[in-house]
């Protein structure tokens, strides 16, 4: 069985950093693109960055040069540093994985979220 558990959310300060963490386990498959989602109230859920396997990158544009998506193929695992947060960016914060299973099929796996929340 496939689970997604991101860490690292929290209260932050306008223009601190935090970095979030994502780690897939179960047996069986290995990940390809793996990215960052999140949702404000009100809102709908937006893509952050992703990154694949061979370490390809995208960002939205309102993180473009303040967030840095990263990722340890070995341990399954997909990391976000968020530098000159904003009051903006507050929002759950999801973790997604494309999954390859050892026989060729894809599926999408999301995490439950982590709260971000810049304010003063």
């Known amino acids: 069985q496939v689970q997604v558990v991101e860490s690292g959310g929290g209260l932050v300060q306008p223009g601190g950093s935090l970095r979030l963490s994502c780690v897939v386990s179960g047996s069986g498959f290995s990940a390809s693109t793996m990215g960052w989602y999140r949702q404000a109230p009100g809102q709908q859920r937006e893509l952050v960055a992703v990154i694949t396997r061979s370490g390809s990158t995208n960002y939205a544009d309102s993180v473009k040069g303040r967030f840095t998506i990263s990722r340890d193929s070995a341990k399954n695992s997909v990391y976000l540093q968020m530098n000159s947060l904003k009051f903006e960016d507050t929002a759950v914060y999801y973790c997604?994985?494309?999954?390859?299973?050892?026989?060729?099929?894809?599926?999408?796996?999301w995490g439950e979220g982590t709260q971000v929340t810049v304010s003063s």
């Open positions: 997604n994985a494309r999954i390859v299973t050892t026989n060729g099929w894809e599926y999408d796996y």
